[in-house]
C-alpha cells in the first residue's frame, strides 16, 4: 500500500517512487514503511527496524517485484493480497525474485481474506515468501489489532 511521501519520518529516506503511484493510504502504508525504514532518533513517530534502510515504492503487482528485485532491492514488502488460489506463473517469479538474492515478506491475509483464518493467501502462501500476520495475547489472529476475531486458528 501506498505512504505519505511527505511524513516527517520517511521523507528522507526514500530513493524511489514509480510513476504509476498516486495517492496515499497512510493508516497502513505509512506504519510498515515506517517499521521498515523510518528516521530513527528524530523524537518523532517510532524507531525502524531499519536504521539504515531506504525506501523504494512500487506498485503492488508481480511485474512491479521483479522490476524492484533487478533495480537492487534486498527486501520486498507484499502488504497485498493476490488471489486464494495457487498460480505456477507468480511461483515462478517468486522463485526468480528470490533467486535474484531477494527476499520477499508478504501478508498472511486478515483472517477473512480468502473465507477464513485457515484459508492460504497468494503471495504470502507461495514457496520462498515470508508470511506475516497480527498475532494476538493468546495466539489468536486480530483484525483490528485489539479485536480478537471470531473464528481461532487452530494450533
Known amino acids: 500500500s501506498n505512504f505519505d511521501t511527505q511524513h516527517q519520518d520517511l521523507q528522507n529516506k526514500i530513493d524511489y517512487i514509480h510513476p504509476s503511484i498516486n495517492g496515499t ?87 477473512s481474506t480468502c473465507g477464513g483464518p485457515t484459508e492460504l493467501v497468494y503471495p504470502a502462501a507461495y514457496d520462498n515468501v515470508i508470511a506475516v500476520s497480527s498475532i494476538g495475547a493468546y495466539d489468536n489472529h486480530e483484525d483490528p489489532p485489539g479485536k480478537l476475531l471470531q473464528v481461532m486458528m487452530s494450533q
Open 25 to 111: 493510504n497512510p493508516s497502513h502504508g505509512n506504519a510498515v514503511a515506517g517499521a521498515a525504514a523510518g528516521d530513527t532518533d528524530n523524537g518523532i513517530g517510532k524507531s525502524s527496524i531499519g536504521f539504515d534502510s531506504r525506501l523504494r515504492l512500487y506498485g503492488m503487482d508481480y511485474n512491479h517485484i521483479l522490476q524492484a528485485s533487478y533495480d537492487g532491492c534486498h527486501v520486498i514488502n507484499m502488504s497485498w493480497a493476490s488471489g486464494c488460489f495457487f498460480n505456477s506463473y507468480y511461483q515462478n517469479i517468486i522463485n526468480e525474485v528470490t533467486d535474484n538474492g531477494t527476499v520477499l515478506v508478504a501478508a498472511a491475509g486478515n483472517g
